[in-house]
């Protein structure tokens, strides 16, 4: 085909494709019109009063607002595929799915069924496709397509003529980070695509090592199984753990992107209300956070903090000492221990035991002050008869009645000195009051931590008031486990608001069914709850973010390798069905905490009910660098099988000699050359210092402009100062790896830090180091004294 053929081709491609795209967009727009009339409209306009209407009308808002919704952030790049079956028949593949006014299919949602071909289909399987066209959209104008063909014989004339194209999933990899996960729905490849449409049961565990698209694949998978279960999900939402702030920034655009806004992303940092947790423990102190006997310890510290006081309890109350012995103390503490509830709750039932028991000790006490006079009044052997039957028949009458004893109660209840002691005996306690006095008490960690070392002790040791770190989250989660809340004007409400509910959903579901409204359109509860309750709308994933206690449908943790054996049991409490994604790479456990394999931390949940899915091809990292980081992986985790890449581009990673004194002079410069070389500008070239800790105060004053630590304002700025740990996760065009040895000493698994860092980059990569390089990096060179 010849040049003019190429370019009249291509541009019959592109004018085809535009009159199809513009189609979609414009069907977009109405759609979106449509949902913004139902929404203004409110569910006030129109109608009756009665209870059916405002369902009725309620509904359309409700129906509108998600639509409204998933069609709001499925602008860009709308439409970015089509596929031409052998047959005849054509699809066109999206973000969501759109019918033309005739209710013909205009765009099939990437999720569908029927699009699953434009994923699946390859050269040697193509199935029934004879072609497959990516299309490069910049707004709503088509600028590039790229042609797949599998069977030219199975395409019509007019289409063989029309013939163009390059790689799209390398071109998506060649174009420059922009501190956003890029567009990949196009571009997802086979075994992605198993992993995406895996069952919504049991915990799938997709194992990859650098640049295999597990991250992209776990995302979609979100996003997946809320299209395809959508009745079961849709109320309980999806959790997506990650591993830092940054990461969350990173992909946030993603999910939005792909028509799904009910989804909670969050890190174990976040996972407790109230607390947003982003500074790490020092390893060792991680190490004991993280271990599984802190619920033990957990447990301990708040059976602790039920005491029964030795030789009973006295307490100072209007004039005279009120006792409860030792046994009645004993005995409230079992009975409450005997509850089947958490200890904020097993407290009510504590105090009302003591409060008996003192109330009861005042009664006699009273009965004693009117006693003792009479008898003195009265010889001995010589009280009247009448008068010793009279004394006998008091003796024998209950001191109080029950109405006696709640009155006394209550007044008991409201001297403070009474309230106090008993406090003092079995305290309501929050979580964080909990943690805090355990930490900051040498002699409460001895007596709580007995399943712990002295030394292990010791590393728990703070000053109170100390803020909460990542490691923290956990402990406060299972804290909260045992502490529970009481609330009993709560608790009424609640029980009063869930019977006035239940009401309104019956009532509710008669109205949807008598208007022939699907309920898998519109669900009932929920709506039922929008039409009862006047307040601000809440959506599920607020909802879901805001509530401790929240059982979601599904929970993705991506880099889970990190999450410590404490981490996993709070995310297990937040998914009872145990439906989980586990997206990670064992080889690049950097946490000291983190997971020594998939089994150790899963077998303790799912006992050999886990299935594992290796990704093992690399498309983000070339090939060059790539064989680096092989020999980082041989050494630190010799039985990891490297992915396999598929670029085969770029310059060869280079090394630097540069003393420690020089970082200030020769990093601002090499810096400048990198950015240089790969374009940065608001849409193009990311780079990042990933230093070693000994070197990052050096490498931060040596380049004051670059923006530094695991923070989502970072991505916005061309360069970065990070460690690897803040680095994990991520990828840039461009890396400077700072000090490698000091990475691979700088803890327990430094040698894990230095596979994440060297396999951060897209396109080059540049070692500076002092001293011999790291034996792992021995097919680096070093390069002259110049930045090139």
């Known amino acids: 085909m010849g040049a003019r053929q190429v370019k009249s081709a291509r541009a019959t491609a592109l004018e085809t494709e535009q009159r199809h795209v513009s189609r979609v967009y414009a069907r977009l727009d109405a759609e979106r019109a449509a949902a913004e009339d139902a929404v203004a409209a409110g569910p006030g306009a129109g109608g009756g009063a009665g209870f059916q209407a405002r369902v009725e009308r309620q509904a359309s808002v409700e129906e509108g607002a998600r639509r409204l919704a998933r069609l709001g952030g499925v602008e860009r790049a709308l439409c970015f595929g089509r596929i031409d079956h052998r047959d005849g028949d054509t699809f066109y593949v999206g973000r969501i799915g759109l019918r033309d006014e005739d209710r013909e299919p205009l765009l099939i949602d990437w999720r569908a069924e029927a699009a699953r071909p434009f994923y699946t289909a390859t050269a040697g399987d193509p199935g029934t496709l004879a072609r497959r066209r990516h299309l490069h959209l910049r707004g709503r104008t088509v600028q590039r397509v790229d042609d797949e063909v599998f069977d030219l014989a199975g395409l019509a004339e007019d289409d063989r003529a029309a013939i163009v194209g390059e790689a799209a999933l390398l071109a998506t990899l060649r174009r420059g980070r922009t501190g956003r996960m890029g567009d990949v729905v196009a571009t997802i490849q086979e075994e992605q695509d198993e992993v995406i449409r895996a069952g919504l049961h049991g915990v799938l565990v997709v194992q990859g090592g650098p640049g295999t698209g597990k991250t992209v694949a776990a995302l979609h998978r979100a996003a997946y199984l809320l299209y395809t279960y959508r009745d079961v999900l849709e109320r309980r939402g999806v959790l997506v753990v990650g591993p830092n702030a940054t990461f969350l920034r990173y992909i946030e655009q993603v999910l939005p992107g792909l028509g799904e806004t009910d989804v909670v992303l969050t890190t174990v940092g976040g996972l407790f209300p109230g607390v947003d947790a982003t500074e790490a423990d020092v390893p060792d102190v991680a190490v004991v956070k993280g271990d599984p006997r802190m619920a033990d310890v957990i447990e301990r510290a708040v059976r602790d903090r039920q005491r029964v006081p030795a030789g009973g309890l006295a307490v100072d109350c209007d004039g005279m000492t009120l006792r409860a012995d030792e046994d009645a103390c004993r005995a409230a503490r079992d009975r409450a221990r005997a509850l089947r509830a958490p200890h904020n709750v097993q407290r009510r039932l504590f105090v009302h035991e003591i409060l008996d028991a003192l109330a009861l000790d005042r009664a006699r006490q009273y009965d004693a002050m009117v006693d003792e006079p009479l008898a003195e009044l009265l010889e001995p052997g010589k009280t009247p008869k009448w008068l010793q039957e009279l004394l006998d028949e008091a003796e024998d009458d209950p001191l109080l009645d029950a109405e006696d004893i709640r009155l006394s109660k209550e007044t008991l209840w409201q001297d403070p000195a009474v309230r106090a002691a008993i406090d003092a005996l079995w305290p309501e306690?929050?979580?964080?009051?909990?943690?805090?006095?355990?930490?900051?008490?040498?002699?409460?960690?001895?007596?709580?931590?007995?399943?712990?070392?002295?030394?292990?002790?010791?590393?728990?040791?703070?000053?109170?008031?100390?803020?909460?770190?990542?490691?923290?989250?956990?402990?406060?989660?299972?804290?909260?486990?045992?502490?529970?809340?009481?609330?009993?004007?709560?608790?009424?409400?609640?029980?009063?608001?869930?019977?006035?509910?239940?009401?309104?959903?019956?009532?509710?579901?008669?109205?949807?069914?008598?208007?022939?409204?699907?309920?898998?359109?519109?669900?009932?509860?929920?709506?039922?709850?929008?039409?009862?309750?006047?307040?601000?709308?809440?959506?599920?994933?607020?909802?879901?973010?805001?509530?401790?206690?929240?059982?979601?449908?599904?929970?993705?943790?991506?880099?889970?390798?990190?999450?410590?054996?404490?981490?996993?049991?709070?995310?297990?409490?937040?998914?009872?069905?145990?439906?989980?994604?586990?997206?990670?790479?064992?080889?690049?456990?950097?946490?000291?905490?983190?997971?020594?394999?998939?089994?150790?931390?899963?077998?303790?949940?799912?006992?050999?009910?886990?299935?594992?899915?290796?990704?093992?091809?690399?498309?983000?990292?070339?090939?060059?660098?790539?064989?680096?980081?092989?020999?980082?992986?041989?050494?630190?985790?010799?039985?990891?099988?490297?992915?396999?890449?598929?670029?085969?581009?770029?310059?060869?990673?280079?090394?630097?000699?540069?003393?420690?004194?020089?970082?200030?002079?020769?990093?601002?410069?090499?810096?400048?050359?990198?950015?240089?070389?790969?374009?940065?500008?608001?849409?193009?070239?990311?780079?990042?210092?990933?230093?070693?800790?000994?070197?990052?105060?050096?490498?931060?004053?040596?380049?004051?402009?670059?923006?530094?630590?695991?923070?989502?304002?970072?991505?916005?700025?061309?360069?970065?100062?990070l460690t690897a740990e803040e680095a994990k996760g991520l990828e840039f065009d461009t890396v400077i790896v700072v000090d490698p040895a000091g990475i691979t000493a700088g803890g327990p698994r430094g040698g894990q830090d230095l596979y994440v860092a060297v396999t951060r980059a897209t396109r080059r990569m540049t070692v500076v180091h002092h001293g011999d390089l790291p034996a792992a990096l021995r097919r680096l060179t070093d390069t002259a004294a110049d930045p090139r």
Do not use: C, K
Request: proline content about 8%; overall charge negative.
């Open 429 to 721: 306690l929050t979580p964080q009051t909990l943690l805090d006095a355990l930490f900051s008490d040498a002699a409460r960690l001895r007596s709580a931590g007995a399943v712990l070392t002295g030394a292990e002790r010791a590393l728990l040791e703070r000053p109170p008031g100390v803020p909460w770190t990542v490691s923290d989250v956990p402990l406060l989660d299972e804290a909260a486990e045992w502490l529970g809340a009481d609330d009993p004007a709560e608790r009424a409400r609640l029980r009063a608001a869930e019977r006035a509910r239940a009401e309104e959903e019956r009532y509710t579901r008669e109205v949807l069914e008598s208007a022939g409204v699907d309920e898998s359109f519109i669900d009932a509860a929920e709506l039922a709850d929008r039409t009862t309750d006047h307040g601000p709308h809440r959506t599920t994933a607020e909802r879901a973010a805001a509530d401790r206690t929240w059982a979601y449908g599904h929970v993705i943790v991506d880099e889970a390798q990190e999450l410590s054996a404490m981490a996993w049991r709070a995310l297990m409490r937040r998914v009872p069905t145990r439906s989980l994604t586990v997206v990670g790479d064992i080889a690049q456990t950097g946490s000291a905490a983190g997971a020594p394999s998939w089994g150790a931390m899963l077998d303790r949940y799912v006992p050999g009910r886990w299935r594992e899915q290796r990704l093992m091809v690399n498309y983000r990292t070339p090939a060059a660098i790539m064989r680096v980081a092989a020999d980082v992986l041989a050494e630190v985790a010799p039985d990891e099988t490297p992915p396999v890449p598929v670029r085969d581009d770029g310059p060869p990673p280079l090394a630097r000699h540069v003393e420690p004194g020089d970082l200030g002079a020769a990093l601002p410069g090499l810096v400048a050359a990198e950015l240089a070389e790969v374009g940065a500008d608001e849409q193009a070239g990311r780079l990042a210092v990933i230093a070693s800790a000994r070197r990052h105060a050096a490498v931060r004053a040596a380049l004051p402009d670059a923006a530094a630590g695991a923070t989502p304002e970072a991505l916005d700025s061309p360069a970065v100062v």
